[in-house]
C-alpha cells in the first residue's frame, strides 16, 4: 500500500495550498482517511479526517475554519486544501487510511497506512 501526498511547498503568510494524497493498493471507498502534520521538534498533530459514506469532516481547532478536507473515491484520493496559512502550519503534511474505521471517531488514532509526506512552508 502506498499513499503518495502532494502539492506542498512554500508559501506566503495568508497563502492557500491545495494537497492531494494519492492512494495505490488499497480502495478507500469504505474507510476514513485522515491528515497528519509534524513539525520539527513536535509531536504528531492530527490535522483533519474525512469519514466515507456521509463525508463527515473533523478539524483540529488549529485549523478549523481555514482548511478543508475533501475526498474523490473515483480517483481514490484524498485533499486537503489550506487557506490563510500561518507560519505556524509549517510542517511536513501525510495522509493516512486503514480498514478499522468507517468513521472518523478521533483525530489522533494510529492507522496502518501513512505516506511519507509533503512539506509545507509557510514564510515571508
Known amino acids: 500500500v502506498q499513499l503518495q501526498a502532494s502539492g506542498g511547498g512554500l508559501v506566503q503568510p495568508g497563502g492557500s495550498l491545495n494537497l492531494s494524497c494519492v492512494v495505490r493498493?488499497?480502495?478507500?471507498?469504505?474507510?476514513?482517511v485522515a491528515w497528519f502534520r509534524q513539525a520539527p521538534g513536535k509531536e504528531r498533530e492530527g490535522v483533519s479526517c474525512?469519514?466515507?459514506?456521509?463525508?463527515?469532516?473533523i478539524y483540529a481547532d488549529t485549523v478549523k475554519g481555514r482548511f478543508l478536507t475533501s475526498r474523490d473515491n473515483r480517483k481514490n484520493t484524498a485533499y486537503l486544501l489550506m487557506n490563510n496559512l500561518r507560519s505556524e502550519d509549517t510542517a511536513v503534511y501525510y495522509c493516512?487510511?486503514?480498514?478499522?474505521?468507517?468513521?472518523?471517531?478521533?483525530?489522533?488514532?494510529?492507522?496502518?497506512?501513512r505516506g511519507q509526506g509533503t512539506q509545507v512552508t509557510v514564510s515571508s
Open positions: 493516512a487510511t486503514d480498514s478499522r474505521s468507517r468513521r472518523c471517531d478521533e483525530l489522533n488514532r494510529e492507522y496502518r497506512y
Open positions: 493498493g488499497f480502495t478507500i471507498d469504505h474507510w476514513a
Open positions: 474525512i469519514s466515507s459514506g456521509t463525508r463527515d469532516t
